[in-house]
């Protein structure tokens, strides 16, 4: 296989998705931009900022030797720890709408769970290779989901959980470990909903949207008339109702549904396929990698993280999963999101192949052996 073609699908298309994410948000950003700051290019030239940013730090950091970032694993994990305790702090930590989530450095916007994710990813790829005992991975991931529910972050939880997840797989670890794992970690999010009147309320609006349509269910509500309003081929762009401050952080993890409402169902349909096809491509580069190595942990770290964050945040924007907060990947309106998925994306494009001789046979049975209980 094409490494080198692997690599330029992988690069253009994440431009590609940039590009458009940058008319989106201008579209989309227009009212609440001259609304709240006199100046409709607001958001568009702030995002735009920071795509030429991002863009630059993907292509630094896919020079770099990924050894090196292998290494620098530790010190970024153990920052962005500190970090995470730092917004819960009230002196340091910004709150906006109830949550803790952001650190305001030097004018700039800082969210420490977005470091977490790339921090989390070059830590575990070499801290699974070495023998551990399952307790001790047990107690690591829930101490970070523990601080990301402080804030609280359900969305950015669920995502580390995720990388978690795979990258554990990923080193051969047995399956059933994890399975524990999930029946305890379900049982532990219960809980939080039970003693949080905020999350009882949301989980209760997203299983009946219509007990408090002015109130909690709003949200979802006018992404689902939306939606509803785009059809097969949208209203056009420009034409969006919606976007008139009717929902909530519409530049930002409500973007889909504004496309949708303009584009229609055709054309969001193929920002959907283009999502499958940078997934693919990623996991074809993945699975020519050296078997159980630090790299190949940290390319299935990196392909999970975006993977699931794709997911998640489509999931709740058409109501299959409560609202999490989790924006589009490279479309939705976020200085840090962005930047942190494009040193991810650089990251990726930078990671050596070493394409083995073994047979798909070999392979398959190797794969089954690795993960059995």
Known sequence: MNVRALNL????????????GLLVIYDVSVVESFATFGDAYYFLR???????????????????????????????????????????????????????????????????????????VLYLSTWLLKPRRFLSFALLIGLLFGLIMLQPDLGSGLI???????????????????????????????????VSPYRMQRLTTFL?????????????????????????????IGKSKQKYRYIPEASTDSIFAIMAEELGFAVCGMIIIGYMTLVYRMSAKVEILEQGSAPQLLALGILTWIAAQILVNLSSVVALIP????????ISYGGTALLSLCIAIGLF????????TTTPHKRLIHKIRRHSI
């Open 9 to 20: 699908t992988i690069f253009f298309l994440t431009i590609g998705f940039i590009a458009f």
């Open 46 to 120: 702030s995002q735009a900022l920071w795509a030429a940013i991002s863009v630059v730090g993907l292509i630094i950091v896919s020079k770099i030797p990924t050894k090196w970032w292998l290494s620098l694993g530790p010190i970024l994990f153990g920052l962005a720890v500190l970090l995470l305790i730092g917004v819960l702090i009230p002196s340091i930590g910004v709150r906006v709408g109830g949550a803790r989530r952001w650190l305001s450095i030097a004018g700039f916007s800082l969210q420490p769970a977005e470091l977490m994710k790339m921090g989390l």
């Open 160 to 194: 580390l959980l995720s990388i978690a997840a795979g990258m554990y797989i990923g080193a051969g670890k047995p399956i059933k470990h994890l399975i524990w794992m999930f029946g305890a970690g379900i049982v532990g999010i219960l809980l939080l909903i039970l």
């Open 208 to 236: 009946n949207p219509e007990s408090d349509p002015q109130g909690k269910s709003y949200h979802i509500r006018q992404i689902t008339i939306a939606l509803g309003n785009g059809g097969l081929f949208g209203q056009g």
């Open 323 to 330: 609202l999490t907060g989790v924006p589009l990947p490279f």
């Open 349 to 356: 494009i930078g990671i050596p192949t070493t394409i083995g």
